[in-house]
T-cell receptor, first 114, second 110 residues
Framework: NAGVTQTPKFQVLKTGQSMTLQCAQDMNHEYMSWYRQDPGMGLRLIHYSVGAGITDQGEVPNGYNVSRSTTEDFPLRLLSAAPSQTSVYFC?????????????FGPGTRLTVL | GQSLEQPSEVTAVEGAIVQINCTYQTSGFYGLSWYQQHDGGAPTFLSYNALDGLEETGRFSSFLSRSDSYGYLLLQELQMKDSASYFCAVRRNSWGKLQFGAGTQVVVTP
């Protein structure tokens, strides 16, 4: 099993550009989430999904869109990149009831917006 | 408001014991998790407490007191590889929505 994979690993954007961060998992987990991590602030939930076709907002959803057409994939779209979106983005998946819904994290995407 | 408080940094020598405290104030509480993150890496799950008491997993133990809105992670027999950031996270609803603390950086010295 590859677990949770994310692409790209690094990305530099200019203000106003759009892009999609890819996330895939091969563990057949129902739940998937996107977090951003900024220095000294821990991880903050952007959007999450409890199954294909079902998504909802987390703590910091503004400027991001998600969709979940399959169990495996959960892409995150930046609509119009801003310097405030410079961060490390982690995708995670989990299975209901497994040790409090243990999150399995991908390796992260390091995004810089100039 | 909603908050999780944990110390920003703890330093200890190899072989010592370190306790990382976490106090929380959140709407909705299903349990407290702990995650470890090495520099440049992804967070990895360490432990989860849904009920009051102590959970032991090898050299690591985690404790929860729901009445005090408090938990801690105990790291015993510290090793150099334990140098990392440790995050507490409150599970806020039934699907596993997590709210993370800012993290505690543990520095282990020889």
């Amino acid at each position: 099993n590859a677990g949770v994979t994310q692409t790209p690993k690094f990305q530099v954007l200019k203000t106003g550009q759009s892009m999609t961060l890819q996330c895939a998992q091969d563990m057949n987990h129902e739940y998937m989430s996107w977090y951003r991590q900024d220095p000294g602030m821990g991880l903050r939930l952007i959007h999450y999904s409890v199954g294909a076709g079902i998504t909802d907002q987390g703590e910091v959803p503004n400027g991001y869109n998600v969709s979940r057409s399959t169990t495996e994939d959960f892409p995150l779209r930046l609509l119009s990149a801003a310097p405030s979106q410079t961060s490390v983005y982690f995708c995670a998946s989990s299975r209901p009831g497994l040790q409090g819904d243990t999150q399995y994290f991908g390796p992260g995407t390091r995004l810089t917006v100039l | 408001g909603q908050s999780l408080e944990q110390p920003s940094e703890v330093t200890a020598v190899e072989g010592a014991i370190v306790q990382i405290n976490c106090t929380y104030q959140t709407s909705g509480f299903y349990g407290l998790s702990w995650y470890q993150q090495h520099d440049g890496g992804a967070p990895t799950f360490l432990s989860y407490n849904a009920l009051d008491g102590l959970e032991e997993t090898g050299r690591f133990s985690s404790f929860l007191s729901r009445s005090d809105s408090y938990g801690y992670l105990l790291l015993q027999e510290l090793q150099m590889k334990d140098s990392a950031s440790y995050f507490c996270a409150v599970r806020r609803n039934s699907w596993g929505k997590l709210q993370f603390g800012a993290g505690t950086q543990v520095v282990v010295t020889p």
